[in-house]
């Protein structure tokens, strides 16, 4: 039996926790999207601006060669391309806004590589993980090909497996902003991504 100013204490905060535990918000699960358009070091300073997007990976996909080096990728003989791993909140960014910004990142209608880079392992593609991220890629590129004048050449295929990338090519843009290719092919394309996504929110 509790004292009586205990008791009393008691029922004036239970209420009160109560009420603070079941106004909490549930934390969203994240989810995740696989994609390549170019090199995967101007893919992920793209998507790393995006709001929604909680963190990404880049790494190898669509190979043939169980856990490939950068060196082999290079090779062009292991048929993996250059990707991204993206991990997303659904709560704040969906995927159809994904995969709609992934035609803007990149070009879509170059074959056999990106701008300068040539090479299978710079080629666009999109690779789904569920029936239902395949009609939404397939619909997102069909919606996009009313937007340009040349054909889309951007693969969908099933993500088989997903290889991380050395250490030294994560966030490779944000380590290394003044180096050559970052200060004259990234950054210029991040700073417009920018200046669509503040558009956006307008």
Known sequence: MFPRPLLLLSLLVAPFAMTTASSAPATSKLESLVVGGGCFWCTEAAYEIL????SVVSGYAGGHVANPTYEQICNKNTGHAEVIRIDYDPAVVSLEKLLGYFWHVHNPTQAGGQGNDHGPQYRSIIMYSSPAQKAAAEQSRAKAAKEFRDP??????????????????????RRNPTAGYCAYIIAPKVKKLEQQIAAEKK
């Open 51 to 54: 709001p929604g997007v909680k």
């Open 152 to 173: 889309i050449t951007t693969e969908i295929v099933a993500l088989e497996k997903f290889w991380e990338a050395e250490p030294g090519h994560q966030d490779y843009f």
